[in-house]
């Protein structure tokens, strides 16, 4: 079975800048695909590479084990949900998500009935006759969603989707998309720089860092074994500890990775047990997050963060005892 | 003492140190009644608007209803509508189907070329490129529009470039063929429809590239995008994303293009046949003539096409996307 989609040291330039620097990627059929990075990180144009906007400077590029390079995105059976939704201002919503039934010749009636069905499927019944300008983003993004999937694609890219909803309406979101995804089987490409959207959704996460891809795993690998320092830190803020930190500690004298949530904050001179690590120090700022409570902890010439769940036990200035097991420190191979 | 403490800080915790004056006096009244700035602001020109235009609008309104006494060459001031029955004459028919035509196709020939102009500088012009294009479409219009007609028909006339550069290419036969066309040809280009056509379109060609231009603008390039992404060919994506997008500008250019070639009469009688349009009409008319109530009529009908032409634009929902 051929990937859904095939980077073969995919490049693209734009001028001096390299967006997409040499990218190497399968993404397997109904997979739930998303390009994690900090923006300018190239996920965004490898996305584009995948619509068609953009062609590839070298490299190929394969959708369904056919090539891509050179098809123009009106040839491509891909869709895609753009970040600002891109709805038709001068169409109403029925009109909106028929309007790829309405490019290929479907007469009226059907590709009517299919874009009520389309609606329907992502709670908007009803919604047809309205124009774009008169619905929340909420339901614009909905709308997006209805109208690129009524024309069943194979691959659904989605461009930093939730990007403009409010928290909760984003996590309620985040929960449909999984559940469509589920259901319909199609893979879907989704770029984000959002690491709890990337973590919470996707099958597998690419982590993309100045045109290139940092580490391609699951959700669970690239969170508990990050392999670089990038990954490390982009991905949920992690204490970078460098080899020296290691092997004082007892692990090999490599760049490692520390998670503030696995590390306890107690008194000084609590009892350490065996096969936990330890360091003193003093808090030096504490800040309140609702569930968890951040203390940065000042141990010799470098801090460390804390992540303990809610409560402050202690007070900026206090001398403090950070305790954390052994096997929470993770080796990477690569120190950049 | 306490007290006056107190005070003292509350006074320096909600205001900034007072700085006076009469100006100063001035915004804080004008903060406190901003209605009165806007009336205020909106005085003078809707004074200018509401008595100078619109009351001699309605005093020329007034005037083609009254009529001119044949023998006397007095103008009878007794309601009738004896003159409007004037302009129903053959002769006068004639002039305006003359000038609706001639503006409907300098009008048509506008947004025909206007359009990939203003494409090109919404969509792809940028630095340089774009000031380029804002210098080339509004230079014409900073030289006097009389010198640009007389360039013009010299240009045009059997004497000039066109006829010598149609000889030096050996297409001297195409000339002559266009100048014999029936009812659009003439002696020359300089003393035909077509020269007319053209200088009308040269001269009012910016008023439609500017208006297409800012609503092109103001597409993302986003929904084209999206609409190859709906599987959308450029031609596709182009009538029915771009095009109607796009039309309120067209529009709007029309509407100059139209109504200034609808009343223009300096035009047609520096290039052209002899026949007249309605600005011609009317500038006969109240001058040699003393036809006021006449002339007064042949003004009202630019008025009433334009008010038609404007509301069958609303009705085909040109506006919908303003």
């Not at chain 2, 001031?77 to 003359?98: M, V």
Request: proline residues 5%; glycine residues 8%.
């Amino acid at each position: 079975m051929s990937p859904a989609v095939r980077f073969v040291n995919v490049c693209r330039h734009f001028g001096p800048v390299r967006a997409v620097d040499g990218v190497t990627l399968d993404i397997a059929q109904g997979e739930f695909f998303a390009m994690l990075g900090p923006s300018g990180s190239g996920k965004t144009t490898c996305l584009r590479l995948i619509a068609g906007f953009e062609q590839p400077s070298a490299g190929h590029l394969e959708i369904f084990g056919e090539t891509a390079v050179g098809v123009p995105p009106y040839k491509r059976n891909v869709n895609t949900v753009f970040q600002d939704y891109a709805l038709f201002p001068h169409m109403t919503v029925g009109e909106n998500v028929a309007y790829g039934l309405r490019i290929k010749g479907v007469p009226k009636a059907e590709r009517e009935a299919k874009a009520r069905k389309a609606l329907a499927m992502v709670k908007l019944s009803g919604y047809e006759q309205r124009l774009p300008s008169q619905l929340s983003g909420g339901q614009r993004q909905r709308v997006a969603l209805a109208r690129a999937l009524v024309n069943g694609p194979k691959v659904l890219l989605l461009d930093e989707p939730l990007g403009a909803l409010d928290l909760k309406l984003r996590e309620q979101m985040q929960e449909e998309l999984k559940a469509l995804q589920k259901h319909l089987g199609i893979t879907f490409v989704f770029v984000t720089h959002d690491q709890g959207e990337a973590l919470s959704m996707a099958d597998r996460v690419a982590v993309f860092n100045e045109g290139k891809i940092i580490q391609v795993d699951s959700p669970t690998h690239i969170y508990e074994r990050p392999q670089s320092r990038f990954v490390a830190d982009f991905v949920g803020s992690s204490n970078v500890l460098p080899p020296d930190f290691a092997s004082a500690h007892g692990c090999t004298a490599k760049w490692t990775s520390l998670r503030p949530e696995r590390i306890a904050v107690a008194a000084p001179g609590t009892a350490v047990p065996k096969g936990q690590c330890h360091a003193d120090g003093e808090v030096k700022l504490i800040s309140y997050q609702g569930a968890v409570t951040r203390y940065s902890v000042q141990t010799g010439e470098r801090r460390i963060v804390a992540e303990v769940p809610a409560g402050a036990e202690f007070k900026e200035g206090d001398k403090v005892r950070l305790i954390w097991p052994k096997s929470a420190m993770v080796t990477m191979e690569d120190g950049a | 003492m306490t007290h006056a403490v107190t005070a003292d800080q509350e006074d320096r915790a909600v205001t900034t140190e007072g700085r006076g004056g009469i100006l100063d006096k001035v915004s804080d009244f004008f903060f406190a009644y901003p209605k009165l700035l806007t009336l205020l602001l909106l005085l003078p020109p809707l004074l200018w608007i509401g008595v100078v235009y619109v009351g001699s609008l309605f005093a020329l309104l007034l005037q083609s209803f009254y009529s001119l006494d044949d023998y006397s060459g007095l103008i009878v001031h007794e309601f009738t509508l004896s003159t409007y029955a004037q302009l129903l004459e053959t002769a006068n028919l004639q002039i305006i189907l003359r000038t609706v035509l001639m503006s409907a196709s300098v009008t048509l020939a506008c947004a025909v070329i206007a359009f990939p102009i203003a494409y090109y500088a919404a969509r792809y012009a940028r630095g340089w490129a774009k000031a380029l294009f804002y210098l080339a479409v509004m230079m014409p219009l900073w030289s006097s529009y009389l010198v640009k007609i007389y360039a013009w028909k010299l240009i045009l006339a059997k004497e000039g470039i066109v006829t010598w550069l149609a000889k030096g290419l050996h297409l001297s036969w195409l000339l002559d063929g266009i100048l014999a066309l029936p009812l659009v040809g003439g002696p020359s280009l300089s003393f035909s429809y077509i020269g007319t056509f053209l200088v009308f379109v040269y001269v009012w060609i910016p008023y439609m590239i500017l208006p297409t231009q800012a609503a092109l603008e103001r597409v993302p390039i986003n929904y084209i995008e999206a609409s190859a992404d709906l599987g959308a060919e450029p031609r596709q994506t182009f009538w029915t994303v771009i095009f109607p997008l796009a039309l309120p500008g067209i529009i709007a250019g029309s509407i100059f293009t139209f109504s200034l070639t609808l009343g223009d009469y300096i035009v047609p009688t520096i290039v052209g046949n002899s026949r007249l349009m309605i600005g011609q009409a009317v500038y006969t008319l109240q001058g040699t003539a003393g036809n006021v109530p006449l002339a007064a009529a042949f003004t009202v009908v630019p008025m009433v096409i334009m008010g038609i032409y404007l509301w069958v634009a609303k009705r085909m929902g040109a506006f919908d996307v303003l």
